[in-house]
């Protein structure tokens, strides 16, 4: 009888140890997954009066993809890709191209950490049946190995993303960080964030765009940038 209970008192706590190990790795994961965001949001409901639930969700989705794949300060070991839709190849060369621009740009600035970020603006829009635009703006503060002092910027994102029967997929994206400006058209730099063109990566109904052949040489790009 002692030896059953024994059994079943190390099974309970074997189990409880389970438990605890999965909440600390989704509280983990959490802290790094643009969760932390949720306040900021909060914060800035009065100003979107018409937002919803359903509005809240896609927008705190888009966040997590921002945190942990898209922003300059994604870590590999965060990356979410399978969010991207699987037709969205033009997009998914893209962000891999930020990548290796990101690798290149810390090779001379040092490995670069944020220390502090903030949602600074956001919107969202219905563009077609389970298609919504989402725009914001985050500040971000920095340190850098080879800079002196914390360095500061407010990177603005538009992403184009569907949300269908709660399967949230991303289109197609664009900010304004220190990877992506290299490769951007001309037809984007010194625009605001709301007026991004997307048009290399979906079509105007919101089509994505297959294949890589890329609007710009990346090759060259590196080759200036390694100078």
């Known amino acids: 009888m002692k030896n059953n209970r024994l ?3 190390c099974g309970f706590i074997g189990v409880v140890l389970i438990v605890f190990a999965v909440a600390f790795f989704f509280i983990e994961r959490n802290g790094k997954n643009g969760s932390d965001f949720v306040s900021d949001i909060d914060n800035q409901l009065d100003n979107n009066i018409d937002i919803n639930d359903v509005d ?5 989705k888009s966040l997590n993809f921002i945190s942990t794949t898209l922003s300059d300060f994604a870590e590999e070991n965060t990356y979410q890709d399978y969010l991207i839709d699987e037709n969205a190849t033009r997009f998914k060369q893209f ?3 930020t990548r290796e621009i990101k690798k290149i740009k810390q090779s001379k600035m040092g490995s670069w950490k944020m220390a502090d970020r903030k949602l600074r ?8 049946e ?4 989402v725009v914001c703006r985050i500040y971000y503060e920095l340190h850098a190995e080879k800079l002196p002092e914390p360095s500061f910027s407010i990177e603005g994102y538009r992403l184009i993303v569907s949300d269908k029967d709660g399967e949230f997929k991303v289109l197609a994206a664009m900010f304004s960080g220190y990877s992506p400006i290299p490769l951007m058209p ?3 730099l010194g625009k605001p964030v709301e007026d991004f063109d997307l048009s290399i990566f979906i079509d105007d109904d919101f089509k994505v765009k297959s294949g890589v052949d890329m609007p710009y040489d990346l090759e060259q790009i590196k080759t200036e940038l390694l100078k």
């Open 121 to 128: 603006t956001f919107s969202i829009e219905v563009v077609d």
């Open 95 to 97: 962000l891999k191209d």
């Open 7 to 9: 059994v079943f008192m």
């Open 130 to 133: 389970n298609i919504y635009e």
């Open 186 to 188: 001309a037809t984007i």
């Open 56 to 60: 809240i969700d896609i927008i705190t």
